[in-house]
């Protein structure tokens, strides 16, 4: 029998669309194609979001010639009159699932209406899929067939999500109007769910279909006609959202598989209780853990999710360019589009790195815990960067302290709560616990994720007295008590804030200063605040002012602008605020007197500037960031050098 022979699309505008042709369980699969301008409004057909699987031992699926094919009697199928094409086990599974008895079935699947021979063609595919499954009638998820009590967890799913609603903005789940439950909102409260309904929902979550990168654009984009397919059960997606939210947020009762399903919930995080809408900068917190064949597709799956300023900064999908050229492209194109560097905080050393130092691997795992967020060590000020070679980025910032040494933190995903404390306490021990006071531990080890931080406050962050608290008990002589650490409580919310830095590493640096930086930083690294770039970096120097990019690090007293514009006044302190126009925070200032929030740094009055436009700019988008002169900052005795990053 013939291999099916794909004809060239009559242009980037059209897609296929694949015809399954009716028919029962044991019957073969049989499809047609048809080619369609796109978009076009007429055109109806469900796009199909499922695993790959491997490509050992596929199994043949035959095309008819035509769409007369559709109308053939079932049972009267000879291969004689077919091409045939090969696809995997788990689309042949899914297809002989998902087709119907009685009629044929419209579809967009990526493996068959996608010549995925023709890179040339695949490029401009691959361009327009965010489209494809946006504008499907559609989105059909198939997770496989019915295994593991499947049928259970999905009842339990569709049941739970019919009682609530979630609002991924401000991460708040509540109970549906009529709902008579509100403990279902409460997330201090445990899930009403016993030991067979853990478990079934813990096989559930642990298939592959979740772990696939592709599936977030697939599914995050789908009209609310979405469902989610396993075995001959659905649940639409509407409540397949809202259930998996609150099973993230909210405590669960203690089963045998607890840690396991905690582990899972943890790596499917970012894609559970995140917005549709992603960036560059939070893309690999969101999406790191998740899989995908081809490191390329680290940016080309998120494509469609992004906004649109950050869609133009990517290169369009072409599979005969290098990981390393697509990298460098966005990365540098990023930079220069907002005028600031805040992507490089997404970069950490790696002894095989194909990139520069400088450049974001998307294809790794990068936790935000990693970026040290929520740090505004450049104020407001604009980036000033320069290209005097081929894959040399010269930056502008000041050296402020050198390494002296790093001390590895260990797992402290541990409990109970007073375990932490303890190892804590080895830990300071090997620091010296008379070198920094309480006050210092604390600021470090929370990372400025107090409660207060947040305008308005955040109940389930904690309190920097109660940080200091901890800290001060930590670095006693004290037998830990039962009631040192009760569950929920300021005191626990700092510690289990502290358990996310394992694997970092607690750095002492000349001056005094204490701080926090990735794995592999080590003694004689420099610690630079630079223009445009939110976080410190860590820079190992290669000699002639020449630098290897370690990672961003946190160190209090360098995180709020200071190295740059000297000290907020007293009464202002730096908070993220959230802006309800654009459904998520923002850097700001607060007067601690009044409890003003504004967006504009009252520090850059002190500087000779126009700032006119720059306001009008902030009332529109306070992010805005202002360009500065970096001789006006030295002539204000600030030390300016170039940093050259290869």
């Not at 099916?4 to 499809?31: A, C, F, T, W």
């Not at 509407?238 to 045998?256: D, E, G, Q, Y």
């Not at 389930?460 to 940080?467: F, G, K, S, V």
């Amino acid at each position: 029998m013939a291999e099916y022979q794909y004809k060239p699309l009559p242009g980037k505008n059209y897609i296929r669309v694949v015809s399954i042709h009716p028919g029962k369980s044991e019957d073969d699969i049989v499809i047609s194609f048809r080619t369609s301008p796109f978009p076009q409004h007429r055109l109806c057909y469900d796009a199909l979001s499922y695993v790959w699987g491997s490509e050992t031992d596929p199994l043949p699926v035959y095309v008819g010639r035509s769409d007369s094919n559709i109308i053939r009697a079932i049972g009267k199928f000879h291969h004689a009159e077919h091409a045939k094409t090969l696809v995997t086990q788990n689309l042949a599974v899914a297809l002989k699932h998902l087709r119907y008895v009685d009629k044929p079935r419209a579809m967009w699947i990526d493996a068959l209406c996608i010549n995925q021979a023709d890179e040339a063609e695949k490029g401009p595919q691959v361009a327009m899929m965010g489209e494809i499954y946006r504008l499907a009638y559609r989105v059909v998820a198939w997770l496989g067939p019915e295994e593991n009590d499947s049928n259970h967890a999905m009842d339990l799913i569709n049941n739970l999500g019919s009682k609530i609603k979630y609002d991924p903005d401000t991460k708040i789940i509540s109970v549906v109007d009529g709902g008579t439950d509100p403990s279902l909102g409460d997330r201090t409260v445990h899930l009403p769910f016993n030991n067979r309904d853990l478990h079934s929902i813990y096989h559930l979550i642990s298939r592959k279909w979740f772990e696939r990168l592709w599936i977030r654009q697939e599914i995050l984009l789908a009209n609310s006609e979405a469902i989610i397919t396993c075995g001959s059960q659905q649940v639409g997606w509407t409540n397949f959202r809202p259930s998996l939210a609150c099973i993230f947020l909210k405590p669960k009762p203690h089963f045998r598989l607890s840690k396991q399903l905690d582990e899972r919930i943890g790596f499917l995080g970012g894609f559970i209780i995140e917005t549709s809408e992603t960036s560059l900068v939070t893309s690999r917190y969101k999406y790191g853990n998740s899989h995908c064949a081809d490191p390329r597709d680290r940016l080309y799956a998120i494509l469609a999710l992004l906004s649109d300023a950050e869609k133009a900064l990517i290169p369009s999908p072409d599979y005969s360019k290098s990981c390393a050229e697509i990298y460098t492209h966005t990365a540098l194109q990023w930079f220069d589009y907002f005028g600031i560097l805040d992507l490089i905080t997404q970069c950490e050393l790696q002894d095989d790195a194909s990139c520069p130092s400088w450049v974001p691997d998307w294809s790794r795992r990068f936790d935000l815990a990693s970026t040290f967020a929520y740090q505004f060590a450049s104020s407001q000020l604009q980036t000033c960067f320069e290209l005097p070679q081929p894959d040399v980025l010269r930056i502008t910032g000041i050296r402020k302290t050198t390494v002296k040494r790093c001390h590895l933190i260990p797992d402290l995903k541990i409990r109970p709560y007073s375990r932490i404390a303890e190892v804590l306490r080895t830990l300071m021990l090997s620091v010296g616990r008379d070198e920094y006071t309480a006050d210092t531990y604390a600021k470090t080890l929370g990372l400025n994720m107090m409660a207060d931080y947040w305008a308005p406050p955040r109940a389930w962050n904690h309190d920097l007295d109660e940080a200091k608290r901890v800290m001060e008990l930590i670095l006693s002589d004290c037998q830990f008590k039962d009631d040192d650490f009760i569950r929920g409580s300021d005191g626990t919310k700092f510690l289990t804030v502290v358990s996310q830095l394992r694997g970092k590493r607690l750095i002492q640096g000349t001056g005094g200063f204490l701080g926090l930086g990735p794995e592999s930083a080590q003694e004689g690294d420099e610690a630079c605040v630079i223009l445009g770039c939110s976080a410190p970096l860590l820079l190992r120097p290669l000699g002639n002012d020449t630098f290897k990019l370690v990672g961003p690090c946190f160190m209090a007293g360098l995180s709020d602008g200071e190295a740059f514009l000297g000290p907020l006044p007293e009464d202002v302190r730096i908070v993220e605020a959230y802006v309800e126009a654009f459904g998520r925070s923002c850097p700001s200032f607060k007067n601690t007197v009044s409890g003003e929030v504004f967006h504009e740094d009252p520090r850059l009055k002190l500087l000779p500037l126009d700032l006119d436009d720059f306001r009008e700019c902030l009332r529109k988008y306070p992010w805005d960031r202002i360009y500065v002169d970096p001789e006006m900052l030295r002539g204000r005795g600030v030390d300016l050098r170039w940093f050259d990053l290869v």
